[in-house]
């Protein structure tokens, strides 16, 4: 049976002098609150997770037939370009958009956080686009960007026109199209975070910094980027959970076009698994999808987590 | 708080300051751009949307979309507008987002300050679960809840919603009570209170900014979900997300961009409203620490 | 007397209504526009005056992709719906799992086999039993020409591929888009079927895309296929990337473009607009497939039921289905044309007459055709391997070779 010891303050832990029937209840409590969670968490995730990886053993195509046929569907997956296309998007994607979130974050913050006036409804300016589905923002964005009927036609409207700006027509470009959206969607967000990470810093180190004669951006970068550390890791967190699930976004943005060149992962997995009767696949670039995430978030949780607990 | 010198001499310090000022608004005016072009167009008629541009006024406020929108444009074989699918989506958001609050508030403070062996484990796999994609789980998903008899109910799908929610209450609510003092519960336990008391009466009337953190995360992610909403929802119970894809993809037939943003704005109201309204608690729940740990 | 007529018959069918059972019938479909809306609007009134209630359940988005996920996770999680708008032959897939219901009693009843021609019947089957009940036929392979354009540049509207090879630069020159269209991936793929029947002929579309002959998808006529689709691109404008169909046709409406190649359904839109067939645009076979017709239908399947009152009321929906009362109200809206022969050609137009004509002389001649793009002549594997391989070039710089390689590899890949 695990004791679970309450600290004192003085870092010691307290003996617990006789074990009685309610004692012990006590000490299973906690466990039991966790247990409903637990359940789902193993079941919901780590079950569903077990069940896609045996379906990705088989040649299920438009239902779950389990027969299974080996590495046969990671073959077909890696031999697919459509594939090859979409984990190279999600690359450059996931790294473009996290990077530019965190730094526009940042920056709004720092920016925000100097006293200024009508902070509230700068505030809410830079928050609402959160408040939005991906839908509604793809569908919005996909007019904005579109050559003929968006900003490229405003700007020729006003005269200047030698503006061009079809990335969403370009094979090549059609990616950074999906990064603004997705920008522009959840980067109040981290804004928010680091605003609030800001005005929980030490004022006192502030001070002492500043006593000693160093300017601000030199505080900035030595005092207080290094104590937000926290607050990058549970923005890239999320912001990595945003960029493996978007889905909705190219779907209402530019369905995969042109072509498939715009297609993520996500998409991939959605349209052969459900539309095109391709479980097993479907299955198969899940589970690649997954390996992936994991393979990036596991060292950075385990080095973030193990680091807190002498928090 | 580090402050830019407000100092009423000093042209270059001025200069910076309007040049912060200045970027702030550009930034401003982008971030604002999509909804203005949102209301501008549901607000024109078919042909202007044809015949202008984006950010062209319109020539008269035409409430004639929004009235479709909300109650007479078809979404399938009923045409009554998307209004009487808001009622769903309430149905199926509070007691989501009330059920998987509860569940990450008693989870956050387990794991912050009931440590037991595995506690932190436990906490990491939770994330790390988290990042499945949902199209995955639809089959599985769809063959449980009918064990338990809960397909195509609305309990069927708060209680999908509850289950891949908690993840992430639980990590707001974990790193928000980890800042919190330990001898608040050390000096409780010494005068005897059990874990319920503890909660009850010290952790939770201090977790204000947190529940609001988490109750308007909650709110907007369960709002805006469409792929759960559809697969695990009945005829009529569908969330207002699927009747305003319904709205708005018509296969064939004559698109009406301007019901359609109307709808889309009308689909959005509450969770924009939450926003405008508790933005500034929801920054100062943040501030409380929801995400420092 | 009128009046009491009415009245009887009003009587009689409250008296039926209450001695036949109600049940509820709960359809899974994806026609979300207005005038489907009031198509349905019309199944469901037949349907309520024998006393069933229809269950309206709307998926909208993608052509059905949405409603095929919900379809899915409702099948195995063990409480399907009642019908679901199924097509081509994913009925047979839905057949082969054991998901669907036995229509032949009603089939037989209503004398199925003689109105409907062997083709569509053929679709609507498995294992040799009705399973599913058409709505609609649509043709796929039309031009819709504006006239204008044409007369101003002092051109005729082309009727071989020869032809508009010819006439598009020509109006190009003009100033006009000669070719309307949006860049979407199945929109990509309805050129695509247009061009290989128009260049390739019926026998060839038919081994390439139905048979999957491998030395037919590799061949020369399927590389002299692509090159000609190739060339389609020079005229279409560039920002057609993701423009929805309906828009492409508005170009077609203002004159801003001069023809566009898509189904029936692009109808609606002129209609919408106030435009008259043969004055204000024109309807032709696209280039070089005239005497055939390509074939994209419109379909609810049955599925097995072990509610004997629910299944009653199935039995119900699919006679009425098929009655010409709603075939003809449906497609009038709808733009297409109705699936069963027979029907009274008085309420439409000179195009949906057209349309019917060719529908009944390409059965009878053996050009009638499964469309590709849409569904109804493979699987949907081999249909989305064709879709990448189609927009995929047709949006980058592969030559034609390459992509008939591609092409004949992963319709191979997707049919294993």
């Known amino acids: ?311 | ?293 | 007397m009128k009046k009491l007529k009415y009245c009887l018959s009003g009587l009689a069918l409250s008296v039926a209504a209450s001695v036949s059972q109600a049940a509820e019938v709960e359809v899974l479909h994806y026609l979300t526009s207005s005038g489907e809306a009031a198509a349905i609007n019309v199944l469901k009134e037949y349907l309520s005056e024998s006393g069933h209630a229809w269950k309206d359940f709307a998926v909208a988005g993608g052509g059905g992709e949405s409603a095929m996920t919900v379809l899915k996770s409702r099948a195995i999680s063990g409480n399907p719906p009642a019908a679901a708008q199924i097509k081509g032959l994913d009925i047979q897939e839905w057949g082969d799992l054991g998901f669907l219901t036995d229509l032949d009693d009603v089939a037989m009843a209503g004398k199925w086999d003689s109105l409907l021609p062997p083709v569509v019947s053929k679709v609507m089957k498995y294992d040799g039993k009705y399973v599913a009940v058409p709505v609609n036929v649509h043709r796929v392979n039309w031009l819709w020409a504006n006239p204008e354009p044409f007369r101003k540049a002092g051109l005729g509207i082309p009727t071989t591929w020869e032809q508009f090879l010819e006439v598009a630069p020509k109006l190009k020159e003009a100033g006009v888009i000669p070719l309307a269209h949006g860049g979407q991936a199945w929109q990509d793929a309805t050129l695509f079927e247009a061009v290989a029947l128009g260049v390739g002929g019926p026998e060839f579309y038919t081994k390439a895309f139905v048979d999957h002959d491998e030395a037919t998808l590799k061949g020369a006529e399927m590389i002299n296929v692509f090159k000609t689709f190739k060339k389609l691109r020079d005229f279409i404008d560039p920002n057609a990337s993701g423009r929805d169909w309906n828009i492409a046709t508005s170009m077609v409406i203002n004159g801003e473009a001069a023809m566009q190649i898509m189904g029936d359904w692009a109808k609606g839109e002129f209609t919408a607009a106030g435009k008259k067939p043969g004055v204000d645009y024109v309807c032709l076979a696209a280039p070089d497939t005239s005497g055939t017709f390509t074939f994209n239908i419109d379909s609810f399947a049955m599925f097995a039921l072990s509610d004997d009152e629910a299944s009653k009321a199935q039995d119900k929906l699919a006679e009425l289905v098929m009655d010409p009362a709603f075939q003809e109200t449906f497609n009038l809206n709808k733009g297409s044309i109705p699936a069963r022969m027979g029907m009274n050609r008085a309420p439409f137009d000179s195009c949906a007459l057209a349309s019917m004509d060719a529908f009944e002389a390409s059965s009878a001649s053996g050009t009638l055709v499964p469309s590709v793009a849409h569904g109804l002549a493979t699987t949907s594997q081999v249909q989305g391997a064709i879709y990448d391989v189609v927009t995929n070039f047709f949006n980058s710089d592969t030559s034609a070779e390459d992509a008939v390689e591609t092409l004949a590899r992963s319709v191979k890949a997707a049919q294993l």
């Open chain 2, 1 to 293: 708080m580090p402050r830019a010198m407000k100092n009423s001499a000093s042209l270059p310090q001025r200069v910076l300051r309007y040049g912060l000022y200045a970027i702030l608004l550009v930034m401003a005016f982008i971030y604002l751009m999509p909804l203005w072009v949102m209301l501008l167009t549901s607000l024109k008629d078919v042909e202007e949307i044809r015949t202008g541009t984006l950010l062209s006024l319109p020539n008269s406020l035409n409430f004639d979309a929004w009235g479709k929108a909300w109650g007479s444009a078809c979404t399938g074989g009923t045409c009554e507008g998307i209004s009487p699918y808001l009622m769903n989506s309430f149905m199926i958001v509070i007691p989501a987002v009330a059920i998987s609050t509860i569940l990450g508030a008693l989870n956050g403070y387990v794991i912050a300050m009931w440590r037991f062996r595995g506690s932190e484990l436990f906490f990491g796999l939770l994330l790390i679960g988290c990042f499945i994609p949902f199209q995955v789980v639809l089959l599985p998903m769809a063959r449980t809840l009918s064990f338990f008899g809960l397909a195509n109910t609305t309990a069927g799908l708060v209680m999908v919603h509850v289950v891949y929610g908690v993840a992430f209450t639980t990590l707001f609510f974990r790193n928000f009570y980890i800042a919190l003092p330990k001898e608040l519960i050390s000096a409780a336990r010494l005068d005897g209170a059990g874990f319920f008391r503890i909660f009850w009466r010290i952790v939770l009337p201090l977790s204000t900014p947190i529940i609001v953190v988490t109750v308007i995360w909650q709110f907007t992610q369960i709002w805006n979900d469409f792929l759960f909403g559809v697969v695990f929802s009945g005829y009529d119970t569908q969330p207002v997300t699927v009747a305003l894809n319904n709205l708005v993809n018509t296969s064939f037939g004559g698109k009406q961009y301007n019901v359609d943003m109307a709808a889309a704005l009308i689909a959005a109201a509450p969770t924009l409203l939450v926003y405008v309204f508790a933005g500034k608690y929801f920054v100062r729940g943040l501030t409380a620490g929801a995400v420092k740990g």
């Open chain 1, 1 to 311: 049976m695990q004791n679970q010891t309450p600290v004192l303050p003085n870092g010691k832990a307290q003996r617990i002098r006789s074990v009685s029937f309610k004692d012990r209840f006590a000490s299973w409590l906690p466990k039991l609150v966790m247990t409903p969670t637990l359940l789902m968490v193993m079941v919901c995730m780590y079950g569903y997770i077990i069940w896609t990886a045996l379906l990705s053993l088989t040649s299920s195509r438009m239902l779950p037939v389990w027969k299974f046929i080996g590495t046969g569907q990671y073959g077909k997956l890696f031999a697919n370009d459509r594939w090859m296309v979409s984990l190279e998007n999600l690359v450059v994607f996931g790294a473009l958009f996290i990077l530019t979130c965190l730094a526009l974050g940042i920056v709004l913050a720092i920016f925000l956080d100097q006293k200024i006036r009508a902070e509230g409804a700068l505030r809410t300016i830079y928050l609402y686009p959160m408040a939005i589905s991906f839908i509604v923002t793809g569908t919005a964005w996909k007019w904005l960007l579109n050559p003929s009927l968006g900003l490229e036609k405003m700007f020729h409207s006003w005269g200047f026109e030698n503006v061009q700006f079809d990335w969403l027509v370009d094979p090549d470009r059609v990616v950074f199209c999906l990064v603004i959206a997705a920008v522009w969607q959840s980067s109040g967000f981290v804004m928010a975070m680091f605003l609030a990470g800001l005005r929980g810093v030490d004022q006192d180190m502030i001070k002492a910094a500043q006593l000693d004669g160093a300017s601000m951006p030199l505080i900035y970068r030595r005092v207080i980027l290094p104590s937000l550390k926290p607050v990058f890791f549970s923005a890239f967190v999320i912001l990595a959970h945003i960029a493996i699930k978007s889905f909705d976004l190219v779907a209402a943005l530019t369905g995969g076009g042109p072509g498939y060149s715009s297609d993520l992962p996500a998409n991939f997995m959605y349209t052969h698994a459900f539309t095109r009767a391709q479980m097993g696949l479907g299955a198969a670039s899940a589970m690649v999808m997954l390996g992936g995430v994991l393979a990036i978030l596991v060292p950075y949780l385990y080095s973030e987590l193990r680091g807190k607990k002498n928090a």
